[in-house]
């Protein structure tokens, strides 16, 4: 089946660690992202790529780094520069990236629950 | 960037049609608006998207004003397993970054 695979589901880190959220599609989708959320909140879009070995920032990317080294591959890395990185992380990928004129439909992964110890 | 504005929850009992509206006053001219559904613990998936007037599909209508500063998303009959936050969102075109609001947590009562 076709979609997007996030591992591991939970995480557990101590404080200092840098850990690293892996996300695959087999879509074939040009454009993939990673989303934040918090208890209660909404999402909020820390990195996005449209094409292979470029990548952007979105709103609240201090703390975190991401590599596009593969079409299909857009792992996050979540670094001890990040003040509070408990939370839910989502990665996305869509058929067209966000400049196109249609956004089209996100396809999300399962979530990484990130728990700091 | 196109900020949404949606209530924060609203309560409904099982059959009824449920209508939840987003304001999006500075929506810009290339951008689409799109309905997602997230259950607790869950990816959102996705509903509806539509640009201007009335979008139907089997689970869900949008219907979008002339001036495009608002939608509602219109969920007929809903059941229990509709109980689910529902966001709005705007983006693509020239703006890019994809901006998801705080969301809608429905309720469905029997």
């Known amino acids: 089946d076709g979609g997007i695979t996030q591992s591991p589901k939970y995480l557990f880190r101590k404080e200092g660690q840098n850990v690293t959220l892996s996300c695959e599609q087999n879509?074939?989708?040009?454009?993939m992202y990673w989303y934040r959320q918090d208890p209660g909140q909404g999402l909020r879009l820390i990195y996005y790529?449209?094409?292979?070995?470029?990548?952007q920032k979105g709103d609240i990317a201090e703390g975190y780094s991401v590599s596009r080294e593969k079409k299909e591959s857009f792992p996050l890395t979540v670094t001890s520069a990040q003040k509070n990185p408990t939370a839910f992380y989502l990665c996305?990928?869509?058929?067209?990236?966000?400049?196109?004129?249609?956004?089209?439909?996100?396809?999300f992964g399962e979530g990484s629950r990130l728990t700091v110890l | 960037l196109a900020k949404t504005t949606q209530p924060i929850s609203m309560d409904s009992y099982e059959g009824q049609e449920v209508n939840i509206t987003c304001s999006h006053n500075?929506?810009?001219?290339?951008?689409?608006i799109t309905w997602y559904q997230q259950f607790p613990s869950q990816g959102p998936r996705f509903i509806i998207q539509?640009?201007?007037t009335k979008v139907t599909n089997e689970v869900a209508s949008l219907f979008i004003p002339a001036d495009r500063k608002s939608s509602t998303l219109s969920l007929p009959r809903v059941s229990l397993s509709d109980t689910a936050v529902y966001y709005c969102?705007?983006?693509?075109?020239?703006?890019?970054?994809?901006?998801f609001g705080k969301g809608t947590k429905l309720s469905v009562k029997p």
């Open positions: 996305a990928s869509s058929r067209q990236g966000p400049f196109a004129q249609d956004t089209g439909e996100l396809f």
């Open positions: 879509l074939n989708h040009d454009a």
């Open positions: 790529s449209q094409i292979v070995n470029d990548f």
């Open positions: 500075n929506i810009a001219t290339n951008d689409y």
């Open positions: 539509g640009y201007k």
């Open positions: 969102l705007v983006g693509g075109g020239s703006q890019g970054n994809l901006i």
